[in-house]
């Protein structure tokens, strides 16, 4: 039996009794790349490179896809909110959101914590622009998501730059703007953090960034490219934490294509906003 988790803008996601441990996501009914398309963009274009980027793979969520029967989309098909894909495919995926376990959680933006009274953590968050954009301004002092956030109205909950310099102070800060109990903020953030430099996480991510999209959007030599597309993807994928006593178990997930056709002019938009409305500055 299926149990609804969430909804996103491409995917509808749920657990199933069979497997407590995995989730089952089916993509939503528009015109996205299939299941089939979304494994085989993290398995043959993501992956290898952020391997080649020195990443412990073991970070990386393992994704399956896994044949599913009318019965299951029709069963799916009623509990979703929205239409799915008619397919015969969907994606497993490891459970990282709370392992299925039950506890406080806290969402803001695209970001949650949550915590157990014994003192499991969760966090997820996304890792986001971990460079400048190459079409920002020379003497730009924000970084990309900053700058986004600052032309949104939105809280900055967290630059990316400084994750990427001082993992555990940014983690500190980040945390604070959640409920999470004093005592643990300060060993959470110690621990996430030395989990995130060990497996090499931000590392290989900045490095597949900068690799696949040296030039940005607004350059003529940026072709919607499959590069380009990795570059995009590693800029939204989701970074999960299991804070659990001593040790600290990190995943990495959200790979997705995107469309280049229907989000290039969106970029653009996006960027020369930024730029024009000084953001960056
Ligand atoms: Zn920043």
């Known amino acids: 039996m299926l149990h609804l988790l969430g909804v996103g803008g491409a995917n509808v996601v749920f657990t199933s009794d069979d497997s407590p441990d995995h989730v089952l996501r089916f993509r939503r009914d528009k015109q996205i790349p299939s299941s089939q398309d979304v494994y085989a963009f993290m398995t043959a274009a993501v992956y290898p490179r952020l391997r080649a980027a020195g990443i412990d793979p073991r970070s990386l969520v393992d994704p399956q896809i896994r044949l599913i029967s009318r019965e299951l989309l029709d069963e799916a098909q009623k509990l979703s909110p929205v239409p799915l894909m008619d397919t015969k495919e969907a994606l497993l995926l490891e459970n990282c959101q709370y392992y299925g376990v039950s506890c406080r959680i806290k969402t803001l933006g695209s970001s949650s914590v949550g915590y157990t009274d014994s003192g499991i953590v969760f966090i ?4 986001k622009w971990l460079a400048h954009s190459p079409n920002a301004p020379l003497e730009a002092v924000h970084c ?4 986004l956030n600052r032309m949104r109205g939105r809280p900055i909950l967290y630059c990316p ?20 109990p004093e005592k643990w903020v300060q060993k959470a953030a ?7 430099q060990s497996a090499h996480v931000l590392d290989a991510l900045v490095q597949v960034q900068t690799d696949c999209d040296p030039f940005g959007i607004l350059d003529q030599k940026t072709e919607m490219n499959e590069k380009f597309q990795v570059a995009m993807a590693t800029r939204d994928c989701t970074l999960y934490g299991l804070i659990k006593g001593d040790n600290c178990v990190i995943k990495l997930a959200d790979f997705d294509p995107k469309d280049p056709r229907e989000k290039a002019k969106f970029w653009k938009n996006t960027e020369n906003n930024l730029i024009t409305g000084n953001w960056y500055s």
């Open 144 to 147: 990309r998501t900053c700058a």
């Open 161 to 180: 730059l400084r994750l990427l310099s001082h993992p555990r102070e940014e983690l500190e800060r980040f945390l604070a703007h959640y409920d999470l």
């Open 190 to 196: 110690q621990r996430f953090s030395a989990a995130m």
């Open 124 to 127: 997820s968050f996304k890792p």
